[in-house]
Nanobody, 116 residues
Framework: QVQLVESGGGLVQPGGSLRLSCTAS????????MGWYRQAPGKQRELVAR???????IYEDSVKGRFTLSRDTASNTQYLQMMSLKPEDTAVYYC??????????WGQGTQVTVSS
């Protein structure tokens, strides 16, 4: 069982920045892929950014150049730095971890609201 604890959401004005954190209960090196998804009201959950354990990072087209995925292996934490936020970025953001055996785990979700 892997537990993911998220933090960092909130209300921000358009053009502002936020950093989301996701701390795993296991070493990041034991996780096959880790990333962030988001779900806006009335829409399906979509991938925002995802990094394979020893591979590259992929970003959803609308966030490329604005969002950056990074990690601190010492604290088992992955970060999503979000810049130049837009109202359409408003959603609940979920941390996701996929294990080698295919098991997937989700965080509890954190609300990001971009509004003036």
């Amino acid at each position: 069982q892997v537990q993911l604890v998220e933090s960092g959401g909130g209300l921000v004005q358009p053009g502002g920045s936020l950093r989301l954190s996701c701390t795993a209960s296991v070493s990041l090196f034991s996780i096959h892929a880790m990333g962030w998804y988001r779900q806006a009201p009335g829409k399906q959950r979509e991938l925002v950014a995802r990094k394979l354990r020893y591979g590259s990072t992929i970003y959803e087209d609308s966030v490329k150049g604005r969002f950056t995925l990074s990690r601190d292996t010492a604290s088992n934490t992955q970060y999503l730095q979000m810049m130049s936020l837009k109202p359409e970025d408003t959603a609940v953001y979920y941390c996701n971890a996929e294990m080698v055996d295919g098991q997937a785990y989700w965080g509890q979700g954190t609300q990001v609201t971009v509004s003036s």
